[in-house]
C-alpha cells in the first residue's frame, strides 16, 4: 500500500484550492493539492464577468461599502446566508482584489473623463474622477445598489487562476494532477484523509493528512442542462456524504443562470446586461420591465430566470427544433465595447452559435450554473462534526449564499475564502495535539474497500450501462427538480432517483481495461452522483416553502415562520436509499439585516415571530445615535471582526474613505 | 438536418493507443456516427463513448472554449477539439493526439506536466517588490491601456496547439515554445515585475529560448486565441539580441 503523507491535503485545483494552499504553505505547512485536470484547466476558469468587491472606484460604485455588498449579498440569498459570513466576505473581498492586483492580475482599469455607457436601454454619459484613473473598475450586476463587479474583460475566472496557479508554483506547491480522491479516511470523528486514484495508471493509493480540505467545486452535471464544466460532478460532495458524519447543507438550493447559449448550455456572462444588454422574447418585446419594474434585466439571477420561464410558458418564446428559447440583445452595447469587453461572448457566439453578436441577437435559456449548497463548515470552514476537514468555495456551505447567490459573488467567494480557510487550516496544524501519526490498520481497511468497489464493478459484465444511469438521473433533476418544482414532481424525482440508486448498485462495465478506463470512472461517480442527486431532490421535496431559487409553486410563499433553517444531509448507512435531513435554525435575535423584502421579486412571505422584536431593536440602536460612524454602528449592530483570522482584519481603505 | 437534407454519415478514424496495455500498439480505428446539427467534436466525442466505446479516452473540462484541455490534431492540425463544428471539416474526419506532449491514452496528453515545467523554468509569476504588500491600501494604479495589452498576452489558455505546430519543439527537448516566450514578454510588459532584461535573458536568451525560433511560425496559425505571437516573438528576439550584445 503506497502512503503519502502531508500537512494539509487539498482536494481541488481551482481558485479556491489553490489559494487555501497558498495560505496554508505560507504558515510553514507542507500542502499537496489533488486535482483531476491542470489547475488552469479548472471551472474557476469560467468565470466570466467578475468578482464583487466594494472598492468604490467608479462613478456608479461610489458611495459604496461593506455595507452595502453586505446587505446585497443578503437580500441576495433571501435571507438563508449567516450573516456573520457575509461580513467576514465582503471585509475580505477589496483585500483579495488588491492582493491579486499585486500577484499580477490584468484588473480592467477607471479611465478618467466621459465614456458613453448604455444604462436602462439608453445611451448615457458616465464621467470617471480623476483620482479614480488607474485604480480597479467596476461594472454593474444583477442584484446589486453600486457598480461593484471587478473585472478583466469577460474573462475574469482566467486571468484569476492564471495568477493563483502561478503563485501556488511560485510556492513550491506540489499540485498531483489526474488524481481523484474516492473517499475520506476518518475514524468517525476525525478526518484523515484521502483514498486516491490515479486517473493515469488506475492505481489506488492513500493521502494522509492533518487536515483535509475539499474544494471541488460544484455539482453542476447533476442536471443535463448546465453551465458548469463537465468535471462539476460534486463528487468531493459525495464523499463528504459518505462518511455519514461530515452534513451537507441546503443542497436543495440550486441555481439557475438565466443566460445560457441555447441548445448548448454555454454560459454568456451576467456582464452582458450589467453593460446594458437586454432580453427579448419571439416578437422582439423587452419583456422583464414588465414583470420585475425596480431591476428589470438586473433583478438577481433566480428571479431573472424564472420570469423568463414565465414568459415562456404564457407562449412568448421564440420556437426552433430543439425547443422554445428567448433573445440576449447586446447589439445596442456596440462593436467596440463587445471585442473589448465581452470578447469571450464574441468568440462563443461565433464558434457555438454561428451568429455575430454585434450584430445579431443570442438565444439564450436558463440552465443550471451553482450549487449554493455544499460541505456545512463553521466560520472557519471546519466541519463542525469532522474535526481536520475543511472546505471553500463553492464545494462549502459556509454560508454566505444562502439560497441564490449573486453573480459576481462566487469567484470572490473562492478566493476569499481560500484566503480565511487557508488562515485557519494553518491554525489548526500548529496546534501540537492535532498531529497525525499514519493509523496504518485504518487506512488500510479503507484503501481495500474502495479497490474491492472498483473490482467488483470492473468484474461486472452485463450490469447496468454508467452512462445511462447518468443520462436518467440527469434528465430527472432537469426535468422534476428544475425553476419550478412541485411536490408531486419532486415525489417522482425521488421515488425515480431510489430506483437508479439501486439499479447503480449493480452497474458494470464493457472492458476492464488498465490505466485511464473512463467507462469505470463514469461508474463509480454515477454511484455517488445519485446519492447526491438525492440529497437535492427531498430536501425539495420536504421544503416546503419558496426561498430564493428554490421555488415550489404550490408553497409560492417564502416562510419564515418555519423555514428560516439550513437543511442538514447526512447519509448514515451504504444501504439507505435516503438521505438523513436535519435542520439547523437561524437566528433573527442576531441579525444585522432582519428578514424583509428583497427589492424584486415576491413582496409576499410569512414573517419569523422573531422579526418585528429585532427589527424595532436595530431601529432603536440606529436611532440613539450613539455610534460616531458606520464601523461603530455596524459593530453594535453584530460583531464580525472576531471571526476573522487576525492579519485579514480591518478597514479597507477607498477614494472617498482615505486612511 | 435543418435544412431538410438527409444527415451526413461521418467517419471517424482516430488513433488509438493505451500504453498501460500490455502488447497494445498505435492504430488507426474507424467509428461511424450520424452527423446532427450543431454537432461539435465533443458531442460526437462523448457520443462514441457513450454508445460504441466506453474505452475511448480524451480529455474535455469546459467545452466552451476557455480552458484550453482539448487541443487535439484535427485533420492533421492542432486545435481545439470542443468548439470545432463537425459541419467544417469533411465526411471523413481524423483524430490524433497532440505530439511532443507525453502520451496518456489515445487523445488525452498530458500537457500539464508540460506547461508545470515550461512555468518553473522560466517563473511565469510577478516577482513582486521587497515587502509585503498592505492590502488596506488602495491598489497600486495601473494605466488602462497598459493593464490592456498585459491582457492581450494574458489570454494564453495552455492548450500546446503551438507547441504541436512547432518545428523547433520536435527538435529541441527542452524548447520553451511559443507558450513560454508569450509569457515572457507578458511579464516584460508588467511593471510589477521587478525583473529586467539581464534577468529573461537568462531565462530565453538561447536556444531552448527566443533563439532556437526558427520563424516558421506555426504557433501564430493555430493558436485558437489569435495570440500575436508572430510580433511577440520578433520584439522578444530583438531586445534579447541587444542584451546579449551587452
Redesign the interface.
Known amino acids: 500500500m503506497k502512503v503519502v503523507y502531508t500537512d494539509v491535503l487539498v482536494i481541488g485545483g481551482g481558485l479556491a484550492g489553490l489559494r487555501l494552499a497558498v495560505g496554508a504553505k505560507r504558515r510553514g505547512h507542507d500542502a499537496i493539492i489533488l486535482s483531476l485536470?491542470?489547475p488552469?484547466?479548472?471551472?474557476s476558469?469560467?468565470a466570466q464577468g467578475g468578482m464583487q468587491a466594494s472598492?468604490g472606484n467608479v462613478s456608479k460604485g461610489q458611495g459604496d461599502t461593506e455595507d452595502v455588498h453586505f446587505e446585497d449579498t443578503v437580500r441576495g440569498s433571501d435571507w438563508g446566508a449567516d450573516q456573520e459570513v457575509v461580513r467576514m466576505f465582503v471585509n475580505t473581498s477589496?483585500?483579495a482584489?488588491?492582493?491579486l492586483?499585486?500577484?499580477?492580475v490584468?484588473?480592467?482599469?477607471?479611465?478618467k473623463g466621459d465614456r458613453q455607457a448604455v444604462i436602462n436601454g439608453q445611451k448615457v454619459t458616465l464621467t470617471e474622477r480623476d483620482e479614480a484613473?488607474?485604480?480597479?473598475?467596476q461594472r454593474d450586476f444583477g442584484g446589486t445598489k453600486k457598480w461593484r463587479t471587478c473585472y478583466?474583460?469577460d474573462?475574469t475566472g482566467?486571468?484569476m487562476i492564471?495568477?493563483v496557479a502561478?503563485?501556488a508554483?511560485?510556492e513550491s506547491i506540489p499540485?498531483h494532477?489526474?488524481k481523484e480522491a474516492l473517499a475520506l479516511i476518518h475514524d468517525g470523528g476525525r478526518c484523515l484523509g484521502a483514498v486516491v486514484r490515479d486517473l493515469?495508471?488506475?492505481e489506488v493509493l492513500a493521502y494522509v493528512a492533518k487536515a483535509t480540505a475539499i474544494a471541488t467545486g460544484g455539482a453542476g452535471r447533476l442536471y443535463r442542462n448546465t453551465t458548469n464544466?463537465?468535471?462539476c460532478e460534486g463528487i468531493g460532495h459525495a464523499i463528504a456524504l459518505e462518511t455519514g458524519v461530515a452534513a451537507l447543507g441546503n443542497m436543495e438550493a440550486v441555481q439557475f443562470h438565466p443566460t445560457a447559449i441555447f441548445?448548448?448550455g454555454?454560459?454568456v456572462t451576467e456582464g452582458c446586461r450589467g453593460d446594458g444588454g437586454l432580453l427579448k422574447d419571439a416578437s422582439g418585446h423587452r419583456f422583464m420591465p414588465d414583470y420585475e419594474p425596480e431591476k428589470k434585466e438586473l433583478a438577481s439571477r433566480d428571479v431573472v430566470s424564472r420570469r423568463m420561464e414565465e414568459h415562456i410558458r404564457k407562449g412568448n418564446g421564440v420556437k426552433s427544433?430543439f425547443g422554445e428559447h428567448l433573445w440576449l440583445d447586446i447589439t445596442l452595447l456596440g462593436e467596440k465595447h463587445i471585442h473589448?469587453n465581452l470578447r469571450?461572448v464574441w468568440?462563443?457566439c461565433h464558434?457555438?452559435l454561428?451568429v455575430d453578436p454585434v450584430k445579431d441577437f443570442i438565444a439564450v435559456r436558463p440552465a443550471q450554473h451553482y450549487t449554493m449548497g455544499g460541505v456545512r463548515t463553521k466560520p472557519t470552514g471546519e466541519s463542525p462534526t469532522l474535526k481536520g476537514l475543511f472546505s471553500a468555495g463553492e464545494a462549502a456551505c459556509w454560508d454566505m449564499h444562502g439560497f441564490n447567490r449573486l453573480g459576481g459573488n462566487s469567484v470572490a467567494e473562492t478566493v476569499v475564502a481560500g484566503m480565511i480557510v487557508g488562515e485557519f487550516v494553518a491554525d489548526f496544524c500548529d496546534k501540537p495535539e492535532n498531529a497525525v501519526t499514519v493509523p496504518v490498520g485504518l487506512v488500510q481497511d479503507f484503501v481495500e474497500r474502495e479497490k474491492a468497489k472498483l473490482d467488483a464493478i470492473a468484474n461486472r459484465r452485463g450490469g447496468e450501462d454508467p452512462?445511462v444511469l447518468k443520462?436518467e438521473m440527469q434528465d430527472l433533476m432537469s426535468s422534476q427538480v428544475g425553476i419550478f418544482r412541485t411536490g408531486e414532481d419532486l415525489q417522482k424525482a425521488v421515488d425515480g432517483l431510489q430506483k437508479l440508486l439501486a439499479r447503480a448498485r449493480n452497474v458494470g462495465?464493457?472492458?476492464a481495461?488498465?490505466?485511464?478506463?473512463?467507462?469505470l470512472v463514469?461508474a463509480y461517480r454515477v454511484q455517488r452522483m445519485i446519492k447526491l442527486a438525492l440529497t437535492i431532490a427531498y430536501g425539495a421535496l420536504t421544503r416546503t416553502e419558496s426561498r430564493g431559487a428554490h421555488f415550489r409553486s404550490d408553497y409560492p410563499r417564502r416562510n419564515d415562520a418555519e423555514w428560516l433553517k439550513r437543511t442538514l444531509a447526512t447519509w448514515k448507512s451504504d444501504s439507505d436509499t435516503l438521505p438523513t435531513l436535519d435542520y439547523e435554525p437561524l437566528d433573527v435575535t442576531r441579525m444585522e439585516l432582519p428578514p424583509g423584502w428583497r427589492g424584486y421579486g415576491a413582496k409576499d412571505y410569512i414573517d419569523h415571530p422573531d422579526t418585528p422584536a429585532r427589527a424595532a431593536e436595530i431601529e432603536a440602536i440606529k436611532a440613539s445615535g450613539k455610534a460616531p460612524d458606520r464601523f461603530a454602528l455596524q459593530q453594535a449592530l453584530m460583531p464580525f471582526e472576531h471571526l476573522l483570522p487576525e492579519p485579514?482584519r480591518?478597514?479597507?481603505?477607498?477614494?472617498d474613505e482615505p486612511? | 438536418m435543418a435544412d431538410g437534407t438527409a444527415p451526413r454519415k461521418l467517419i471517424f478514424k482516430i488513433l488509438r493507443y493505451n500504453p498501460k496495455v500490455p502488447g497494445d500498439r498505435p492504430r488507426l480505428q474507424s467509428y461511424q456516427l450520424e452527423e446532427a446539427d450543431g454537432m461539435t467534436l465533443f458531442i460526437a466525442l462523448n457520443e462514441i463513448r457513450d454508445k460504441q466505446d466506453g474505452s475511448l479516452a480524451f480529455d474535455f473540462v469546459c467545452r466552451a472554449g476557455i480552458c484550453g484541455s482539448c487541443a487535439m490534431m484535427i485533420d492533421g492540425r492542432p486545435g481545439l477539439a470542443c468548439r470545432t463544428l463537425t459541419k467544417s471539416l469533411g465526411a471523413e474526419i481524423t483524430l490524433a493526439p497532440l505530439p511532443v506532449f507525453e502520451l496518456i491514452a489515445d487523445l488525452s496528453v498530458d500537457t500539464g506536466k508540460w506547461m508545470r515545467g515550461m512555468s518553473e523554468r522560466l517563473e511565469t509569476w510577478v516577482h513582486l517588490k521587497e515587502g509585503e504588500v498592505d492590502l488596506r491600501r488602495i491598489e497600486e494604479r495601473m494605466d488602462p491601456d497598459l493593464a490592456e495589452e498585459i491582457f492581450e498576452l494574458d489570454r494564453c489558455i495552455e492548450c500546446g496547439c503551438c507547441v504541436a505546430g512547432c518545428g523547433t519543439a520536435r527538435m529541441r527537448e527542452d524548447f520553451v515554445g511559443a507558450v513560454g516566450l508569450n509569457k515572457i514578454a507578458r511579464f516584460r510588459l508588467d511593471p510589477r515585475d521587478t525583473r529586467s532584461d539581464e534577468d529573461f535573458y537568462e531565462l530565453v536568451g538561447d536556444d531552448n529560448g527566443v533563439f532556437g525560433c526558427m520563424s516558421l511560425l506555426g504557433c501564430h496559425d493555430v493558436c485558437p486565441k489569435q495570440l500575436p505571437l508572430q510580433t511577440q516573438i520578433a520584439f522578444l528576439r530583438r531586445k534579447m539580441v541587444s542584451q546579449g550584445m551587452k
Open positions: 485536470v491542470p488552469k484547466r479548472s471551472h476558469k469560467a472598492l477589496p483585500k482584489v488588491r492582493e492586483a499585486a500577484w499580477g490584468p484588473w480592467s482599469r477607471v479611465r484613473h488607474g485604480t480597479v473598475a478583466v474583460a474573462a482566467h486571468a492564471t495568477a502561478d503563485r508554483i511560485a499540485v494532477e489526474r493515469v495508471t488506475g464544466a463537465v468535471i441548445p448548448a454555454i454560459l427544433r473589448q469571450e468568440d462563443i464558434y457555438f454561428g452512462s443520462l462495465v464493457r472492458s481495461a488498465p490505466g485511464p478506463n473512463p467507462e463514469t485579514l480591518g478597514r479597507n481603505e477607498r477614494i486612511f
